[in-house]
């Protein structure tokens, strides 16, 4: 069978899962351009070959690899699987491939990504007793502890991705080391050598999905679409990592806007002083409590957000974790 992707990388190494499970095989994927994924004109989709091919070519269900025009003729397009009513928030990217299969083909009712789907990769020295981590410039999580992430595991974390998404972690959560790769089966190495892998959404995510890797995941509240659980998982929504051995790593939350302009409850207070008006109230805590204006101001919000937090409540916020929530819960494929 010819598969056909013009996707990114992490769309094609999630799509591998539903090669290996198509009758039939060894298969070929062919790869082509796009305008719009970063396999755009000829030396796209060659950069996209040369990354992928060392990873996908050693696969057992993998026939060969190659590149083709936009207008060849294959079996199955799998990045049609992005067309209107294939893919829907809440559920996974791969469960959007595969029901994008179902309807054209009408196989894959049966498939399921519990069990590996790289195989023939070989653990890197380089990374034993390591933990490899990697973060793209899409698809954050700004509560994420990775300041903490790194204070914590200190010259144990080797950085894996491009190089300037390397200086631009180091400059925000502190030095790494930097372990440059020259393509995907590289990345595969590292990962499947160190002990824990640590990452956004992203191609080296799904390269430890493909491997069922020990991974802790910075997951995206917009779009959890890469939730796969399993008991060495992590999908971190809320910026609280629990590590394996029971230690906690906490995020700093992001500063939240002050909702100044609404009167909660029997008004402002603060330890027993009350206002009907935020910023009479900062100014007299400031002047009793030998804080700046800023101090106080935060002093007085946050206690009357832990006195009425259903008032203060963030539902746009809430209602991106109950998307999580629902991800891992919906969990299929």
Not at 36 to 41: E, I, L, Y
Not at 113 to 138: D, M, Q, Y
Not at 161 to 185: C, D, S
Not at 284 to 308: P, S
Request: with cysteine.
């Amino acid at each position: 069978m010819k598969i056909s992707s013009c996707g990114d990388a992490g769309d094609i190494i999630l799509a591998l899962c539903l090669l290996k499970q198509i009758p039939g095989s060894p298969h070929t994927l062919c790869l082509r351009s796009s305008s719009s994924t970063k396999a755009k004109g000829p030396q796209g989709v060659q950069r996209m070959y040369d990354l992928l091919a060392p990873l996908v070519s050693p696969q057992p269900y993998i026939a060969d690899i190659q590149i083709i025009q936009p207008g060849d003729p294959v079996d199955w397009k799998s990045e049609d699987f992005r067309l209107a009513g294939h893919y829907s928030k809440g559920e996974t990217l791969m469960r959007a491939h595969l029901k994008h299969l179902i309807k054209t083909h009408n196989i894959g009712h049966d498939f399921t990504a519990a069990e590996p789907w790289l195989f023939n990769v070989e653990p890197s020295p380089r990374s034993k007793g390591r933990v490899v981590i990697n973060r793209t410039g899409r698809y954050r999580n700004e509560r994420f502890p990775w300041k903490e992430v790194v204070a914590h595991f200190r010259n144990r974390l080797l950085f894996v991705g491009l190089h300037h998404e390397w200086r631009e972690f180091i400059g925000h959560h502190g030095y790494v080391e930097f372990q440059p790769t020259a393509n995907m089966l590289e990345v595969a190495q590292l990962v499947a050598g160190s002990d824990l892998f640590i990452g956004n959404q992203s191609c080296a995510n799904a390269i430890a999905e493909g491997l069922k890797h020990p991974i802790i995941q910075e997951t995206h509240l917009e779009f959890p679409d890469c939730i796969y659980a399993r008991p060495n998982a992590s999908h971190v929504a809320d910026g609280v990592i629990t590590l394996p051995n029971g230690t906690v790593l906490r995020g700093v939350r992001p500063k939240r806007e002050k909702k100044i302009h609404i009167t909660p409850p029997r008004g402002w207070n603060y330890n027993g002083i009350a206002s009907p008006c935020f910023e009479l109230l900062a100014r007299e805590v400031a002047k009793r409590e030998n804080l700046t204006i800023g101090e106080a101001e935060d002093a007085v919000y946050d206690a009357n957000v832990e006195r009425c937090p259903d008032f203060f409540a963030d539902h746009g916020e809430e209602a991106q974790f109950l998307r999580v929530q629902q991800a891992l819960e919906n969990y299929r494929l």
